[in-house]
Nanobody, 121 residues
């Protein structure tokens, strides 16, 4: 089992920045950030593979940056130039190595409770 606790969400004006944090109870091979807006499917934002490193969904390359403090098992998501369309519940997730790529959302067995990010215009 892996427990994941997100923090750092909130409300920000368009153009602003937020940094999300996710503290994991232990290290895992894959960790990632996903988000779900009201009425929409959950989608991948960015993931980190312990061997290959970071990978991003195309939509957020250049604005969002994922990083990980391996010593503390904390995953971060730095979000810059936020837009109202970025408003969503953001989830941290983790998975072991076996099976498919870390980019596959269906791979993730462990999920945090989610944290709200609201971007106002």
């Amino acid at each position: 089992q892996v427990q994941l606790v997100e923090s750092g969400g909130g409300s920000v004006q368009a153009g602003g920045s937020l940094r999300l944090s996710c503290t994991a109870s232990r290290d895992t091979y894959c960790m990632g950030w996903f988000r779900q807006a009201p009425g929409k499917k959950r989608e991948k934002v960015a993931v980190i593979d312990s061997v290959a490193g970071a990978a991003y969904a195309d939509s957020w390359k250049g604005r969002f940056a994922i990083s990980k403090d391996n010593g503390k098992n904390i995953l971060y998501l730095q979000m810059n130039s936020l837009e109202p369309d970025d408003t969503a519940m953001y989830y941290c997730a983790a998975s072991g190595r076996g099976g498919t790529s870390c980019l596959n959302i269906n791979k993730y067995a462990y999920w945090g409770q989610g944290i709200q990010v609201t971007v106002t215009s």
